[in-house]
């Protein structure tokens, strides 16, 4: 089983920090590079920069959650997120299709919600 994940190519967890401004703010993210190449496709597809697509996740955590403590995990749930509800057909695989094209409430709505399943003791 182990097989797959550790032939994986090593330059997918290699890590890469990146310097962008926030409201005027420097600040530095550091990811695995496949993440990266998440976030690219992800920006891509509504026609923004990775930066851009940065600040407006972190526009809109802010303004649903608040504070945002570990913006960097953030980014990770949502790199996974996307690929998930691509397999799941949640978003389209069609990459020309824009995120900002979906209606948001359908797809949460017949996405599933991630739950870890614990056996009983």
């Known amino acids: ?5 550790v032939c994986a190519d090593p330059a997918l967890y290699e890590t890469s920090t990146r310097s962008l401004r926030l409201h005027g703010v420097v600040t530095s993210i550091r990811l695995e590079d496949h993440f990266w190449q998440v976030l690219d496709e992800i920006g891509r597809r509504d026609g923004m920069s990775v930066n851009q697509l940065i600040t407006k996740l972190y526009d809109e955590i802010s303004e ?12 990770r749930v949502c790199c996974l997120r996307y690929l998930s509800l691509q397999i799941s057909g949640g ?3 069609d990459v020309s299709i824009p995120i900002r094209s979906l209606d948001a409430d359908a797809v ?3 996405s599933k919600p991630l739950a870890l399943e614990l056996p009983a003791i």
Do not use: Y
């Open 1 to 5: 089983m182990c097989k797959i994940f």
């Open 64 to 75: 649903a959650r608040g504070e945002v403590r570990n913006f960097t995990s953030f980014l």
């Open 91 to 93: 978003i389209p695989s």
């Open 108 to 110: 949460l709505a017949r």
